[in-house]
């Protein structure tokens, strides 16, 4: 396979398995780690600045070939000297003065390599290479240039100087990495099962362009890994006729050529293995499934005794690391991207002397040794976060590990993000408005809920992400629907609101996540609305006296405007003989009620916005002159509620809402005689978008007319709607019960209840009549009022 294919499919399974990042690191540490110089100062102990959930912070900064100016930026550093870099999913190798680090990019479909110089603490990103970087024990990154046969190595350590250039055109050659100044390439032939490995470095002498000997010639390339700048490390196989092979080997770059190497078991290409110089570790299959890890002294040329060191079951993609006598392994890596816990996530390192293990991360993605005997790793770690760990042995011969590049992010689930509005207002945008909530990571679980202050009333929502790129939005487009005290789905009342973010990290490290805010909703008043929802609540009085209260719901998806359950206001409401709803006109902002008794005295029960209402307070006597009262329309165009009444002589009054619950109207004005034709007077609000509230009066015979409002509390004169309409017993204006902005009829008769909505033309006010279930059961529950 070529060396452009064999890239490209690398790099196409790269952006699509997060457990696979980047250019040639499937699923453990990438090929071209190498063993290198770290110029740190290494501590005594864990110590490094906290995480945050903050974003990075790290001065970025492009290098680019020469003859390219790159941009410049100012070192960021955290406290103890911690250098603070951009987001990285793991550490491709490490130089004299610095490391390089790459990041997969998955909503671009690229990987990102990053070089941060640990002395000055300057992130550099590198230009888009479609072979990525690799690097070899020293500060020389390499790259091939796209559409190219021509290899650049940039000094990192000299950023602004020109790179030297290798020129390799075999096609049959395949890039595998990076040894000081020189560059890896591997082949087989398909037919005659002959492979080689080169060694090509720069110049065209002739011994820039060597074949490593002691191969043998049917072996086939696994993988490479510097050791330092001079020598390498090689996994191969060979293909017998009778079984298949494989083989670690140590190569020196020098004489090209293999200086040590042992067999193992069976190891497939994903697995993972380390060197240092007294000792081999490597992952192997067993002959009964699943993987061990061993290690074995060197020398003997694979004589010495393998010996077992942990089962690791299904883990083929474990790291492993060398570190004095110490292996340091992760089983299952990438950690942070998996939907489900185990014990197998941390970066522990166990001593081949005494068996003994010490924990170090809370989990890693990459490790790669350097030649002072340490280890760089990409990991975290829940008490200082996510970045680049330094593991060194201490004074007492154990490992510990040291926070010296951090990425700002905390290894722990956290809440990253609110974005819920101070005020919902949600009269507006179809009655929903959206909530977000953006979690450190998508791999988590939880619920969202949303309770009203006042009432308890509660929404809640689920998310369950299984997605393992980047930080998790949990977002919600809520309906502004609670549930309310009997399980039915209401519209959510206005005021003070909490939510409470509860989630579960789906890998299991750290502790859940539990955050609250608040928020407030606001609703416009509707005329007939007494539990500050913005919906219509309904009034009925049953034989007995009783009054209920249905509150009405009407959503998008519902065609029927339904009850969200009737509630039972109290009795001996049939000392009165005439109820009305007549929206505010105490001025507390809530719908109020005018009730007259036998004597002809009239009560006003204000409205408390929770669904009852304030003791009642006299309004004045002489109302029995009236034979029909109705009120619900803002007739002068003030903002409040007006009443109207006939008296017995056909003459209709204007009474004008003050806002004063003392004295809530008005000395009443005449508006004309004649209106004892009617056997039904409906205030309807505005229903035809005119100045003002409008009204509606049904004849003797059946006939609904419109009366539209001038806006100067009087009339246009009437148009006729049609006939039919003797067949109802009651008739209510109920405001906008369908929430399209426009006033509704509401009827009951013998056979149940309708809507009449609103079109707000007034040749045509009513749409066709919409069955509805809110009084369905009229007759059954022997309601002689409905209001």
């Known amino acids: 396979m070529s060396h452009d294919r064999a890239a490209a499919r690398r790099r196409s399974t790269d952006v699509a398995d997060s457990a696979a990042v980047g250019t040639r690191v499937p699923r453990r540490r990438l090929a071209a780690a190498v063993t290198a110089v770290l110029a740190v100062t290494a501590g005594t102990a864990l110590t490094a600045a906290p995480a945050t959930a903050a974003a990075p912070v790290a001065a970025v900064t492009p290098v680019v070939p020469a003859g390219v100016q790159a941009a410049s930026g100012a070192p960021t550093r955290a406290k103890n000297g911690v250098i603070s870099i951009p987001r990285t999913s793991r550490i491709v190798g490490a130089g004299q003065s610095g490391f390089l680090s790459a990041d997969v990019l998955a909503d671009q479909q690229k990987t990102v390599f990053r070089w941060t110089n640990t002395t000055s603490g300057v992130t550099t990103e590198l230009p888009d290479r479609y072979n990525g970087y690799s690097i070899g024990g020293s500060d020389i990154v390499a790259t091939r240039e796209n559409g190219t046969s021509r290899y650049a190595l940039h000094d990192m350590a000299s950023p602004g100087s020109a790179p030297k250039y290798i020129n390799q055109s075999d096609n049959g050659l395949s890039w595998a990495g990076t040894v000081g100044r020189t560059l890896v390439f591997s082949s087989r032939d398909a037919a005659t099962r002959k492979g080689q490995l080169r060694l090509i470095g720069e110049g065209n002498q002739g011994d820039s362009n060597r074949q490593v000997t002691g191969l043998p010639a049917n072996f086939g390339f696994q993988s490479m890994e510097p050791i330092s700048a001079t020598r390498m490390f090689v996994r191969y196989s060979v293909a017998d006729a009778d079984t298949d092979r494989y083989y670690l080997a140590v190569v ?280 500050d929802n913005g919906s219509p609540d309904l009034l009925a009085r049953d034989a007995s006296g009783v009054l209920w209260r249905d509150d009405t719901v009407k959503t998008p998806s519902s065609a029927d405007t339904y009850s969200a359950g009737r509630v039972r206001m109290g009795g001996g409401w049939q000392i009165f003989n005439q109820l009305e709803a007549v929206g505010d006109i105490a001025g507390a902002g809530a719908a109020d009620l005018v009730a007259r008794d036998a004597d002809g005295v009239l009560w006003l029960y204000e409205g408390k916005g929770d669904g009852n209402f304030a003791a009642r307070t006299k309004i004045g006597g002489g109302w029995g002159i009236y034979s029909r009262l109705t009120g619900g329309s803002d007739l002068d165009g003030d903002g409040r509620s007006d009443l109207l009444a006939t008296d017995t002589a056909g003459t209709l009054w204007f009474y004008k809402a003050t806002g004063n619950a003392s004295a809530p109207f008005a000395g009443r004005v005449k508006l004309g005689g004649g209106w004892g034709i009617y056997n039904q007077l409906t205030a309807v609000g505005d229903i035809t978008a005119s100045p003002a509230g409008d009204l509606v009066a049904r004849d003797t015979s059946g006939v609904l007319w419109l009366y539209e409002g001038k806006g100067d509390g009087t009339f246009s004169a009437r148009t006729k709607v049609g006939g039919g309409w003797g067949a109802f017993t009651h008739l209510v204006g109920v405001g906008d019960a369908d929430r399209d902005g426009r006033g509704d009829l509401y009827v009951v008769g013998p056979m149940g209840s309708k809507l009449y909505a609103g079109t707000g033309a007034a040749a045509t006010p009513f749409k066709p009549a919409v069955p509805s279930s809110v009084h369905s059961d009229v007759a059954a529950a022997g309601f002689d009022s409905v209001f």
């Open 252 to 531: 020196d770059v020098a004489t090209a050529s293999v200086v040590e190497q042992r067999e193992t078991a069976r190891a497939p290409y994903s697995v993972d293995s380390a060197v240092s110089d007294n000792r081999w570790a490597w992952v192997e299959g067993t002959p009964g499934g699943g993987y061990e890890l061993k290690y074995a002294d060197r020398g003997g040329n694979g004589t010495v005794p393998t010996v077992t060191l942990a089962y690791l079951g299904n883990a083929n993609t474990t790291h492993v690391s060398l570190l004095g006598d110490w292996v340091a392994y992760a089983p299952l890596p990438y950690a942070q991207n998996h939907t489900s816990p185990s014990e197998r996530f941390v970066f522990n390192a166990v001593n081949v002397i005494d068996k003994s293990t010490v924990k170090l991360l809370d989990h890693a993605t990459s490790a790669v040794p350097t030649p002072d005997g340490a280890l760089l790793v990409r990991g975290g770690t829940l008490a200082q976060g996510e970045g680049i760990y330094r593991i060194a042995l201490g004074e007492n011969g154990a490992p510990f590990a040291t926070l010296i590049a951090s990425t700002g992010e905390s290894t722990a689930l956290t809440l990253v993000k609110t974005d819920v509005p101070q005020v919902a207002e949600l009269d507006e945008n179809g009655g929903a408005t959206t909530l977000s909530w953006t979690l450190s990571r998508y791999n988590a679980k939880g619920t969202v809920t949303l309770r009203h202050v006042r009432t308890g009333q509660s929404k809640q929502f689920t998310f369950d992400h299984n997605t393992a790129h980047g930080s998790g939005p949990v977002t919600f487009r809520w309906d502004g629907l609670l549930l309310n005290a009997q399980d039915y789905a209401s519209l959510a009342p206005s005021g003070d609101y909490t939510w409470e973010l509860d989630a579960a990290p789906l890998n299991g490290i750290g502790p859940d996540v539990k955050e609250s805010g608040t928020f407030k909703v606001v609703r416009a008043t509707n005329m007939h609305d007494y539990t």
